[in-house]
């Protein structure tokens, strides 16, 4: 079993906390935290007698992890078990877990608002206040996909100066506030 110092035990229960908020399975999220901050690769021992939960809670969350690409097999010289490390750098990480989230929660969205528009064309009045609903969510999801996309490829540099610039951008487009 790891020794936790109280700062990682309370950055771990806090990640697992948010996790839940963030609609991720509580232990699903402490495994991230925990791998995030550990120096070095762990194997799925290690994390269920450190973290205190079921072994198959482990594997499933790593199997999870993994599938969003956060989390990855890592192999120790001399331990024939598997280990497990998370991405280290945050923007990264974070880049990750959004292109993930758009696969799985908005990608499916674009696709229903279009078949629901596709089942409109040609409705008559009962339907007109609908499609006005359905069609500005649709530009919506069109624009921020649209943007998404550009600055998804954007490199992490080139975000965070992005980011700095703040309410400069706006001042730099002309519009007020």
């Known amino acids: 079993m790891l020794q936790l110092t109280p700062v990682q035990e309370k950055f771990i229960l806090h990640w697992g906390e948010m996790g839940t908020r963030w609609g991720i399975n509580r232990t699903v999220a402490q495994i991230h935290a925990l791998l995030y901050i550990w120096p070095n690769p762990l194997h799925a021992e290690e994390i269920t007698e450190t973290l205190k939960v079921a072994r198959s809670n482990v594997s499933n969350s790593l199997k999870e992890l993994?599938?969003?690409?956060?989390?990855?097999l890592a192999h120790v010289l001399g331990d024939r078990r598997?280990?497990?490390?998370?991405?280290?750098?945050?923007?990264?990480?974070?880049?990750?877990?959004?292109?993930?989230?758009?696969?799985?929660?908005?990608?499916?969205?674009?696709?229903?608002?279009?078949?629901?528009?596709?089942e409109l064309k040609g409705k008559g009045k009962d339907e007109a206040y609908t499609r006005q609903r359905l069609e500005e969510l649709s530009g919506f999801f069109n624009a921020t996909?649209?943007?998404?996309?550009?600055?998804?490829?954007?490199?992490?540099?080139?975000?965070?100066?992005?980011?700095?610039?703040?309410?400069?951008?706006?001042?730099?487009?002309?519009?007020?506030?």
């Not at 280990?83 to 929660?105: A, G, I, Q, T």
């Not at 700095?164 to 706006?170: A, C, E, F, R």
């Open 66 to 72: 993994q599938s969003w690409g956060i989390v990855k």
């Open 145 to 177: 996909t649209s943007w998404y996309a550009v600055v998804s490829k954007w490199p992490t540099v080139v975000i965070q100066k992005f980011m700095k610039l703040g309410d400069k951008t706006v001042k730099l487009l002309g519009i007020a506030k």
């Open 82 to 118: 598997d280990h497990f490390e998370s991405m280290k750098d945050p923007w990264e990480m974070f880049r990750m877990v959004l292109n993930e989230r758009k696969k799985r929660e908005i990608d499916p969205t674009v696709a229903v608002l279009e078949e629901c528009l596709a």
